[in-house]
């Protein structure tokens, strides 16, 4: 760009809208030095607000209106990021705008001085050594799927050691923060001074003085929630996530971002390697044919046996004759017992007592209760839709029941207690290792739940409940179900996910849901002409289901094999609703439908 001529600025002023995506021309004042990625102080509809620096060109200036300031001197973006994040605004069908401010610190970045970093300790051999030394060499590497079990601070720290090493950074995504920051203490303790510490809860001062520092200066390891995947980290060479699939990457407000496929979308464009961590993948990784490596030979969690709830009495407790006596044989020994519940409260779900199938409502897939009539759409539930049975019985319990019909017997107390015996959910295990007996209370409530991932879903979650086993001999998971042979149980028994997966995989293909298809799920608080609208943006290309009532709420699902058109003709219609005032949510690959 030539010195002498004047140059002109394309800003994206920081507002949430459609509108403004392809940004206005301002001029750049002679005094004034801005790059790409910039953030400025622009004049807008009688307003000054922040805006991003999107482009820089030469040319006339005549009539246009000049930049107020530079807010910051350092960008949060350049142009291959800036390329990332214009395909994710089209992806996840958001204003350029909210994508560009999630690139962004809360307060405006600080420019910290380099600081000389320790040496990285020798930490053995890495558990994916081709992917960390091409990394290291700047050579880009296929993304690799580390399959194994917990704790994954050690292969985490022998996988980034080689990176940081070579003077490049490296991220590391949590899906809690209470994973995160487990996490991060841990891998401070084996590479001292270069862990960088970053969480969705913390303040806003926190976040950008660590943003500031792992964006200026490379060798460092961040570690974080999911918020971390946005960050124009220095030198980023590698990008670590534990536990892909759990619902923690995913935002549920729209735009309905998932940590796994921004680095996915960024790392093709940005050219840094990507490893993925976790007992059971997803059906995206597997999908997309990215290699699995196995960590410990042939099972991927502890030893799982399998309680058939067949053989007890339909009027039983919740936890059936074997698995009290194994409950109260680790009780006797001094040992600890973990039990696990897939819900709170005292309101179980219903399954049929003859045929064992989780009662749903055969118009909306609504799962149903004791009730006659569903509680989401009102519709008459009848008698069992596959044998026609009329009877049904609570499907396993909360928390709550459970500790009260534990506790008459046995210490209970709640996870983290002194108590022998811990009751809990999916949100307690983080807390939960090196238990003699792990118990799920019945696994048929998450595998038969009515949503097309329930599944795989509950292979995850009862993967993790086997992990918390510790090592030695007797140690096990006890898994009750009224459905052994159900290929989920199968997998669990079995130590391995990949086949299940695989044949889920090809079972979504005749669906065409994903990850074969496409979903996209469009929520209005009133619909107008909203349904006609819909259809004429999804003609030809797409599938559209709805409208339906939920929650309050109007709602429709859009399927396809390729949506890119359906996303493009969607930010002019979501653009227009939110100007009349509805309240729009989008989700795109929703998790559940």
Not at 28 to 35: A, F, K, N, R
Not at 149 to 162: F, H, I, N, S, V
Not at 175 to 197: D, S
Request: charged letters at 25%.
């Amino acid at each position: 760009m030539s010195d002498s001529e004047p140059t002109i600025a394309q800003v994206v002023p920081a507002v949430p809208t459609f509108a403004v995506d392809d940004g206005f021309s301002y001029a750049i004042p002679e005094d004034m030095s801005v790059s790409v990625g910039s953030i400025v102080r622009v004049p807008l509809g009688g307003r000054r607000v922040r805006g991003y620096v999107t482009g820089l060109r030469i040319g006339g200036t005549s009539g246009l209106k000049p930049l107020i300031r530079v807010s910051s001197k350092t960008p949060v973006f350049d142009e291959r990021f800036l390329e990332s994040l214009r395909g994710l605004a089209v992806h996840y069908v958001a204003p350029l705008a909210v994508v560009l401010g999630k690139a962004a610190p809360p307060n405006l970045p600080g420019s910290p001085r380099s600081k000389q970093l320790p040496k990285v300790p020798h930490l053995g051999a890495s558990p994916l050594p081709e992917l960390s030394s091409r990394v290291a060499d700047h050579t880009h590497a296929r993304a690799r799927f580390l399959l194994g079990r917990k704790p994954w601070d050690e292969p985490a720290a022998g996988l980034a050691a080689p990176v940081l090493s070579a003077g490049r950074s490296v991220a590391l995504v949590m899906p809690t923060v209470a994973e995160t920051n487990e996490m991060a203490g841990r891998l401070a303790g084996l590479i001292p001074g270069r862990v960088l510490h970053a969480y969705s809860a913390q303040d806003a001062r926190s976040v950008t003085a660590t943003w500031s520092r792992a964006t200026k200066h490379g060798g460092h390891l961040l570690v974080g929630t999911r918020e971390i995947a946005f960050w124009p980290i220095a030198d980023l060479g590698l990008a670590i996530i534990v536990g892909e699939g759990r619902k923690g990457m995913k935002d549920k407000s729209s735009p309905t971002f998932h940590a796994r496929e921004v680095l996915r979308r960024r790392a093709a464009v940005e050219r840094f390697g990507l490893a993925l961590f976790g007992s059971a993948p997803s059906t995206e990784t597997v999908a997309a044919g990215i290699p699995v490596v196995r960590r410990h030979g042939t099972r991927s969690w502890p030893l799982v046996e399998v309680v058939d709830r067949n053989e007890e009495p339909p009027a039983g407790g919740f936890l059936g004759t074997p698995t009290m006596a194994a409950i109260r044989a680790v009780h006797e020994r001094g040992g600890r017992t973990f039990v696990f519940t897939h819900r709170r409260g005292y309101a179980p779900a219903f399954r049929c007592a003859i045929c064992r199938l989780v009662r749903v409502c055969q118009t909306c897939d609504a799962r149903a209760d004791r009730s006659p009539e569903c509680s989401r759409c009102g519709a008459d539930l009848g008698p069992c839709r596959q044998c026609g049975g009329a009877g049904f019985e609570p499907l396993g319990a909360g928390v709550e029941r459970i500790a009260e019909a534990l506790g008459r017997v046995l210490p209970v107390g709640e996870v983290g207690s002194g108590a022998p015996v811990w009751v809990g959910t999916e949100r307690d295990l983080p807390g939960v290792s090196g238990t003699d007996l792990s118990v799920v209370v019945d696994a048929d409530g998450l595998i038969h739940a009515p949503n097309y991932r329930a599944g795989e879903d509950a292979l995850r979650t009862l993967a993790r409940v086997a992990e918390t086993v510790g090592s030695g001999a007797g140690r096990r998971c006890m898994i009750q179900t009224g459905l052994p042979n159900d290929p989920v149980i199968g997998a669990l028994r079995h130590g391995d996910p990949l086949k299940y997966l695989q044949e889920t995989v090809a079972e979504r293909a005749l669906t065409r849901l994903p990850p074969v298809g496409e979903v996209l799920v469009i929520e209005l608080d009133r619909a107008g002409s909203a349904d006609a609208d819909i259809r004429t943006v999804a003609v030809e290309s797409a599938e559209v289901f709805g409208p339906a009532e939920r929650r309050g709420r109007v709602r429709w699902l859009v399927q396809g094999s390729d949506l890119g058109r359906v996303r493009i003709g969607l930010r002019r219609l979501v653009q227009s609703w939110r100007d009349s005032g509805i309240r729009v949510r989008v989700d795109v690959d929703p998790l559940e439908l």
